[in-house]
């Protein structure tokens, strides 16, 4: 089952900071996050294991709520090349059952502007 | 340097044919992937590879084929059974599956009916 990104769309001034959340109903092993520029492949930015870590990645950093089941990517301080769309990957626990484990299950994408 | 190459980078298909994609790495990854992607939308599993000869499928399996003989080759057949088949391809590598590595995607193939 497909984790529910939300915003769907951000537009941002440069310097502004943003959130996007990642959830997820099946119990989570891990959170990948991913931007994409228009055309381009995705870019790996960082992976939340379940724990509740925190990590960060320049300005970018992002954090995994177990108990919530979801992850959330903070973007201070925003810059023009951080636009694009984020998708969040989810990996889940082996007892979330199915078919699941050990592929990522990707999010629709968050679609952030930064306009100078 | 070590990365993914997909071919090729626009791919027009005829009604009734079937179309191959490419996609080779030298990162020597164990695990490989392909995902579709339409406007708009996240990205979806095809097929995946754990290990050479074998295969799994994704979410979005039917209409595809998939072979992977050689662990740096995974390349994708696109068959005249997938009726939608214009979208964004993708395909990815990771060291394994079962891993928390980070997937490293190709510049992708956008495939087209004539």
């Known amino acids: 089952q497909q984790p529910v990104q939300s915003p769907q769309a951000v537009i941002l001034r440069e310097g502004e900071d943003a959130v996007i959340n990642c959830s997820s109903s099946?119990?989570?092993?891990?959170v990948h996050w991913y931007r994409q520029k228009h055309g381009e492949a995705p870019v790996f930015l960082m992976i939340?294991?379940?724990?509740?870590e925190q990590k960060g990645h320049e300005k970018i950093s992002a954090s995994f709520n177990e108990k919530k089941q979801q992850s959330s990517l903070y973007l201070t301080a925003s810059q023009l090349s951080y636009s694009g769309t984020y998708f969040c990957g989810t990996l889940y626990n082996r007892d979330a059952g199915g078919t699941s484990y050990g592929k990522l299950t990707f999010g629709q994408g968050t679609i952030l502007t930064v306009h100078p | 340097d070590g990365g993914i190459t997909q071919s090729p980078k626009y791919l027009f298909r005829k009604e009734g044919q079937n179309v191959t994609l490419s996609c080779e790495q030298n990162?020597?990854?164990?695990?490989m992937y392909w995902y579709r992607q339409d406007p708009g939308q996240g990205l979806r599993l095809i097929y995946y590879?754990?290990?050479?000869?074998?295969?799994q499928k994704g979410d979005i399996a039917e209409g595809y084929s998939v072979s992977r003989e050689k662990k740096e080759s995974f390349p994708l057949t696109v068959t005249s059974a997938q009726k939608n088949p214009t979208a964004f391809y993708l395909c990815?590598?990771?060291?394994?599956?079962?891993?928390?590595?980070?997937?490293?995607f190709g510049d992708g193939t956008r495939l087209s009916i004539l």
């Open positions: 939340l294991l379940k724990g509740g």
């Open positions: 099946k119990a989570l092993y891990s």
């Open positions: 990815a590598s990771s060291i394994a599956s079962y891993s928390n590595q980070p997937q490293h």
């Open positions: 990162l020597n990854h164990d695990a």
């Open positions: 590879s754990q290990i050479v000869n074998d295969f």
